[in-house]
């Protein structure tokens, strides 16, 4: 069997499994997703840079569109799982690393992704400070973060999160110029990442997906809702000068 035959089916069982049972990050998906999609859009790319992957949610929405793909994480759990997941993906490259220090040259990349990452470091000036350097002028980036207040304490996040005025701040400071903000996880998604997490912590067992269908309601409903109706979430497009 070959290795991509094998992936593809690791992939298939993965999936079925998860018709069932809600295996991992199961909100994100639902409700911020779509949006991160809608930003990114259909046309393609020279070079993207994923600026803090994760477990590549998003790496996988850019690979059909850019010619080149790069994406650093600070796990070297999350890099090591990609290596193997998507090793048949040619035009990906993979760095373990910081956003503080990303491993690129001036103006390379026309698209940059960085979702849910910047509450987790110290110095946020010197990453957007990095994310600009390496866009090319004109080049779009695509930035999420938490919106508070948070629904529970996360101990991986320096801070909770950002208001609007306060991330616009920082990325004007930095060089970058918001075009556009969408919100998103609002009260349904907040009740439910904070029962996954009681419930994880007392069961130690999966959720099944049932539960997280009314999430695509909230998805439908709230495409237009403000800061009033208290978002967990906010993503940006934002732009650096041609």
Known sequence: MSLRSALS??????KAVRLFIALGDN???????????EFIMAEPFERVF????????????????????????YSEQSIAKLRTRLAHH?????????????PFEDSSFDLILHCEVLEHIQDDRKV???????????????????????????????????????????????????????YCMFGLSKKLIAFEDKWFNTTH???PTLIYVPLYIERWISRNWGTEKQPYDMILQVRKAA
Not at 27 to 37: G, T, Y
Not at 51 to 73: F, N, Q, R
């Open 90 to 102: 040619k035009h990906l490259d993979l760095y373990q690393g910081s956003a503080t220090d990303v």
């Open 205 to 207: 067992l999966p959720l």
């Open 50 to 73: 994923d600026a803090g992957c994760g477990t590549g949610m998003y790496t996988v929405i850019v690979l059909p569109k850019a010619k080149h793909v790069s994406a650093l994480d």
């Open 128 to 182: 957007l400070s990095e994310l600009y350097r390496v866009c090319k002028p004109g080049g779009r980036m695509v930035i999420s973060v938490p919106h508070p207040p948070a629904p529970l304490d996360d101990p991986n996040h320096v801070r909770e999160g950002y208001t609007r005025e306060q991330l616009t701040a920082l990325l004007n400071e930095a060089g970058f110029q918001v075009e556009k903000c969408r």
């Open 27 to 37: 909100v994100r998906p639902i409700v911020q997703r779509p949006l991160i999609k």
């Open 9 to 14: 089916n690791i992939t298939m069982v993965r």
